[in-house]
């Protein structure tokens, strides 16, 4: 004999204590709250058996509580508390099952902080099911694919029913286990769950935690929680438009540096060639141009060995201007991977002229033994784009910072999952 639809409560047929009946007529056995007899819904509340009075989990969601979910009400109708023993450690949450007269029956889970809601779906194509020896002997994380939505490995989680109360649409037992693969998404989770006698997929969407404690009426969450892997990715405000001016902005930038490069300037010493062997040698050069650098440029013949030249520029008040040395190297051959060179023949000084007028420049070997000629020239009126490419930079660096939120949120969010790569 079943139930009749139209009742809203019934006594407990061990303790006689009052129990709402709230899950409708698929309902398969009823736990009593006050002395934990677990009664057959189908056949007069008989008593099946007793799991004596344990302690609530700790959860806020109590039975009889409503909560709308995506425009649905649903009710809360039973409580499940579920462990997890691995290694010596212990990880506890709590399932709430919820039922709605138009929609069914869903799931209300409370784990670490956070609210999740889970529904089984019946189109997942059973054919992409991942067994635990699949996962275990994959190279890769597994993945499938549910309504073009592609989901990758997360963890295997082996738990079981440590607290029963409340209206269910099957017979929990303390102690049942349950394997679940669980494969995350973008904004989903996939449950592959291996029972004792069934198999079945459940899909888990993360709740607002605020918005949903006061849908559910409960005043107060305790402040410590965890980040959920499902936990949306937070753009910053307009994050595509910043993400395309940051990278014009360096490009644009890097084409500027590379355009100001190339603008040679004045010829103001024309090239002279020099044995290096014959210096310290001087030349006298007339500076127009105060407002921009002055550039130097030594070209040598230097062949697998270096050499430092010095270099020493007087402005025309007579007092130096540059004291300085560069060195120069360049070094080539042949090995297993093909040819190489290391180095340059040439290397550039930049200066900015205090006065105008006639100037002097003296070079000479200071050190090393490389290279027999060289050639020095000196432009003024040449354009710096030091800082175009610093800009550059600062833009470039702030578009990887940019588009590295979204990877890193990734990578945060497989980060509590149990596949490691080895």
């Given amino acids: 004999m079943t139930r009749a639809a139209s009742l809203s409560s019934i006594n407990c047929t061990q303790c006689g204590a009052g129990l709402s009946v709230l899950g409708g007529g698929r309902v398969r056995s009823h736990v009593c709250g006050y002395c934990g007899a677990v009664l057959d819904t189908q056949d007069n509340y008989k008593v099946l058996t007793s799991i004596g009075k344990r302690d609530h989990p700790d959860s806020p969601v109590r039975i009889g509580m409503t909560l709308p979910v995506d425009g649905v009400g649903f009710t809360v109708i039973g409580t499940l508390g579920k462990v997890e023993n691995w290694q010596g ?15 069914g029956y869903a799931w209300l889970t409370w784990e670490s902080g956070q609210f999740t809601f889970s529904r089984k779906i019946r189109d997942f194509d059973m054919g992409r099911w991942v067994s635990v020896l699949a996962v275990e002997t994959s190279e890769t994380p597994p993945r499938c694919e549910y309504r073009g939505e592609g989901y990758r490995y997360y963890e ?4 079981e029913i440590e607290f029963m109360e409340g209206e269910f649409n099957w017979l929990p037992r303390i102690g049942e ?14 449950g592959l769950r291996q029972g004792e006698t069934e198999r079945e997929v459940e899909r888990t969407t993360l709740l607002p935690r605020d ?15 965890e980040r959920h892997p499902l936990t949306p990715y937070r753009p910053l405000p307009e994050e595509g438009f910043l993400r395309r001016a940051l990278a014009l902005s360096a490009a644009l930038s890097f084409l500027l540096a590379f355009l100001l490069g190339a603008i040679g300037g004045a010829r103001v010493l024309d090239r002279q060639d020099v044995a290096i062997g014959d210096t310290p040698v001087s030349f006298a050069f007339e500076i127009s141009n105060t407002r921009q650098i002055a550039r ?9 060995d270096w050499v430092v030249l010095g270099t020493r520029i007087i402005g025309p008040d007579g007092l130096p201007l540059v004291e300085g040395a560069r060195l120069v190297q360049y070094y080539f051959g042949r090995d297993s991977d093909g040819s190489w060179t290391e180095g340059s023949r040439s290397t550039a000084l930049r200066f900015r002229p205090e006065d105008q ?17 060289m050639g020095v020239e000196i432009t003024e009126g040449k354009a710096t784009s030091l800082w175009m490419f610093v800009a550059g930079f600062v833009f470039l660096f702030a578009w990887v910072a940019v588009t590295a939120r979204r990877a890193l949120h990734q990578q945060r969010r497989f980060s509590g999952g149990d596949w490691h790569e080895e």
């Fill in 357 to 373: 007028g006639v100037h002097q420049i003296t070079v000479q070997r200071l050190e090393g033994t490389g290279g027999r000629r």
């Fill in 89 to 103: 450690q212990s990880w506890r949450w709590v399932e709430h099952q919820l039922f709605s007269p138009t929609h």
């Fill in 296 to 304: 130097l440029r030594y070209d040598t013949d230097v062949s697998n």
């Fill in 156 to 159: 295997t989680s082996t738990s």
């Fill in 177 to 190: 286990t349950s394997t679940t693969v669980v494969l995350l998404g973008r904004d989903a989770m996939l």
């Fill in 211 to 225: 918005e949903t404690a006061r849908a559910l009426g409960i005043e107060a969450l305790p402040t410590a929680y």
